[in-house]
């Protein structure tokens, strides 16, 4: 398998710690989302994935895109070991974890969003960091009621296990530490993000391990 | 069961099409995303959903939320008839085009972020618009490149039966007309968004034909 990927890609960071968890052989293809304007417009890029955003995995000839998609995807071709639990109710608590930092935080802090608040909205940096921290700290603060209050919520977000929704977490965690915003407020996902990084599929698919890392 | 919704929420709209192919016995309990500075905020529904959004999902005591782990868990919990489809390729497939909606058009033209750019950044309505077509018109183009190059693209999303993805498609399209949005170039995204509005399950989860609406 081959995934596109960018090292500072939080989309692209859950893929990999799945990958990982499963202990899948894959190997990554650099795509910068910056240099030459971003190289995820380029169209030999475009023509693997029309949205022009990564990660795409190409497993067997065919090439899947959203991370979420492709982690689900993993899940069911690669049952060991498993990233969602077994009941339909742990599926969609874990799901909607998932899903409550992959649609309602990480789009809008997206590197496209932030470029057209800069460039079309003359958003200062200064605004700019404010508009990130702003959904980041509202976001988390909602999830980290949600694990909170919850039984299942235990060593990892749903159980004594990582699924999808711990390969959501770290990446945006790993985030919300580099813009600076305060998580201070919320214990328990600072608990499962560290329980989670001290695991080795998780700290061999943190953006500073890869290939392409800038430091 | 019980559907927190309002009538314009394309998160909401989404689910109430699944319930309404599966044939499911629902009502709905409206939550005004406007009125009273948003009844999403008032401490009785935050107590059901800490991040203060809709649909929530009531069913035998739980509350589920995030529009697409709810169609998932309707799915696996009444299966007849599939929003899925049966082989991994296809379900990813399926489940790419439902994100690509709920992750990357959908969630930057939210309410709660066309409010911030207004009370934060001082956009103009103007610009609030602009900024609205913009990412409705560039995903919607990416979407219509991966529907119309794909042997799997049928009468609908993807073979000829509704899926997770038309769940999703015809909720943003509702969006993106509303928005004076121009789907010219999008022929295969406007076929099939008509085709499912011809189906009586689609057509009475429309936002104008739900109890809240307002004329």
Redesign the interface.
């Known amino acids: 398998m081959r995934l596109y990927t960018y090292f500072r890609s939080s989309a692209a960071y859950r893929v990999r710690i799945a990958l990982n968890l499963k202990g899948l052989d894959w190997s990554p293809v650099a795509v910068h989302l910056v240099r030459s304007g971003g190289e995820q417009h380029l169209p030999d890029y475009r023509a693997l994935n029309?949205?022009?955003?990564v990660p795409a995995l190409e497993d067997g000839g065919?090439v899947?895109?959203?991370s979420?998609?492709?982690m689900?995807?993993l899940d069911?071709?690669h049952p060991a070991p498993p990233l969602l639990p077994a009941d339909?109710?742990g599926?969609?608590?874990v799901?909607?974890i998932a899903?409550?930092i992959?649609?309602?935080i990480?789009?809008?802090n997206n590197l496209r969003?932030l470029q057209?608040?800069t460039r079309?909205?003359g958003?200062s940096d200064e605004?700019k960091n404010?508009?990130y921290r702003?959904w980041v700290t509202q976001?988390l603060a909602?999830?980290e009621?949600?694990l909170a209050g919850h039984p299942d919520t235990a060593s990892f977000c749903h159980g004594d296990t990582p699924t999808l929704a711990d390969c959501c977490l770290v990446p945006q965690v790993f985030n919300a530490r580099r813009f600076g915003c305060d998580l201070g407020a919320m214990p328990v996902i600072q608990r499962i993000a560290e329980r989670c990084e001290a695991l080795e599929a998780f700290r061999l698919a943190a953006p500073q391990q890869q290939a392409d890392a800038e430091h």
């Open positions: 029309p949205a022009g955003l065919h899947l895109t959203q979420l998609a492709i689900e995807y069911e071709t339909a109710l599926r969609a608590r799901r909607a899903q409550s992959a649609c309602d990480h789009p809008i969003v057209y608040l079309e909205l958003a605004q404010a508009w702003h976001g909602a999830l009621q949600m």
